[in-house]
């Protein structure tokens, strides 16, 4: 349990800010953030506020959600485009995928990730949802 809170203490910045990384060498962005580029391998990253809005480059819906916390299928994952950076990510708000179109734009939203059962906690961070 203190240890999942670290854990979540942590990836904070991340889930809830939408902040990712960005290389000193390389210049490059990337999502989640983590301590070595994943383009040239340099350990001089910086933290960056990515946009909130980006266009929905793929996407694909699952049907079949093996889990208690899931009721609601199909759960689509989509890569989403921010234009500095690309995020793999829950596109919520979507009631048939059919409908969902490649390059509209979506937009970040705070949501429900998932529920520890065991321990009851509940974490929060970022999906998109199709942009009204
Ligand atoms: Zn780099």
Redesign the pocket.
């Known amino acids: 349990m203190v240890r999942d809170t670290v854990i979540q203490w942590r990836a904070r910045l991340s889930r809830y800010r939408l902040v990712g990384g960005k290389?000193?060498?390389?210049?490059?962005a990337f999502y989640p953030r983590v301590k070595s580029?994943?383009?040239?391998?340099?350990r001089s990253?910086d933290d960056v506020e990515l946009p909130r809005v980006g266009r929905l480059v793929a996407y694909t819906a699952v049907y079949s959600v093996e889990s208690e916390a899931r009721s609601g299928s199909p759960v689509v994952v989509g890569l989403v485009d921010l234009g500095v950076a690309r995020v793999v990510s829950e596109i919520t708000d979507v009631a048939d995928p059919d409908k969902l179109e490649r390059g509209s734009q979506v937009e970040a939203v705070f949501r429900k990730l998932y529920e520890d059962g065991d321990e009851g906690v509940i974490v929060y961070g970022v999906k998109f949802r199709p942009r009204r």
């Open positions: 290389c000193r060498e390389c210049q490059k580029c994943p383009y040239c391998g340099s990253v």
